[in-house]
Nanobody, 119 residues
Framework: VQLQASGGGLVQAGGSLRLSCAASGRTFSSYNMGWFRQAPGKERESVGGINWSGASTYYADSVKGRFTISRDNAKNTVYLQMNSLKPEDTAVYYC?????????????WGQGTLVTVSS
């Protein structure tokens, strides 16, 4: 599976962005997918994930209620809708095909897309 993330950019605090992650390969729909982020000088952390069918999601406490993960298996794409953005959400965001459920173990990484939230 090859993953291509897009949609990052500069946004003011309180604004919204939607990240997309397009996958190639016939096995996309069999993978649980995750979003991660890495802020400058910090370790990469999990933002949340979605199961293979889209029926289940989980989120980090820091983004719960503000971020929503969804997927469209017909389009081989997973999304991260980010609302009420805060400066502390500034990071490079990565999508990933997970090696399990609610795990940091990753089978495939996408390249990152930078999100910058200005105060």
């Amino acid at each position: 599976v090859q993953l291509q993330a897009s949609g990052g950019g500069l946004v003011q605090a309180g604004g919204s962005l939607r990240l997309s992650c397009a996958a190639s390969g016939r096995t996309f729909s069999s993978y649980n997918m995750g979003w991660f982020r890495q802020a400058p000088g910090k370790e990469r952390e999990s933002v949340g994930g979605i199961n293979w069918s889209g029926a289940s999601t989980y989120y980090a406490d820091s983004v719960k209620g503000r971020f929503t993960i969804s997927r469209d298996n017909a389009k081989n794409t997973v999304y991260l809708q980010m609302n009420s953005l805060k400066p502390e959400d500034t990071a490079v965001y990565y999508c990933a095909a997970l090696a399990g459920w609610a795990t940091k173990r990753v089978d495939y990484w996408g390249q990152g897309t930078l999100v910058t939230v200005s105060s």
